[in-house]
């Protein structure tokens, strides 16, 4: 199984994206799941995470008020709004699901917040 990102791309500083994630190969409505993003010469860091039913939201507090995730259980997809970017959201950007108690991950949707 692996997960699909889209929706990454080149945005000026205080525009917006939004990002997908999708799979063909199972139903992600059972599991929670999550975005993280990665920098150049920076750790992977979790920026947001929801829960199964889309009930339970939680964000890093650098994306607090201005990213949104969702999920759309018909169409098996996973989202991030990301509103007010800045340069330092630059990073690619992974979604990620605990799948039967294994980590699967996309391959990537790359951010860049530049003018």
């Known amino acids: 199984v692996q997960l699909v990102e889209s929706g990454g791309g080149l945005v000026q500083p205080g525009g917006s994206l939004r990002l997908s994630c999708t799979t063909s190969?199972?139903?992600?409505?059972?599991?929670?799941m999550s975005w993280y993003r990665q920098a150049p010469g920076r750790k992977r860091e979790l920026v947001a995470s929801?829960?199964?039913?889309?009930?339970?939201?939680n964000y890093a507090d650098s994306v607090k008020g201005r990213f949104a995730i969702s999920r759309d259980n018909a169409e098996n997809t996973l989202y991030l709004q990301m509103n007010s970017l800045k340069p330092e959201d630059t990073a690619m950007y992974y979604c990620?699901?605990?799948?039967?108690?294994?980590?699967?991950w996309g391959q990537g949707t790359l951010v860049t917040v530049s003018s």
């Open positions: 929801i829960s199964s039913s889309g009930g339970t939201k």
């Open positions: 190969r199972v139903n992600l409505r059972a599991y929670a």
């Open positions: 990620k699901a605990i799948i039967d108690l294994l980590e699967v």
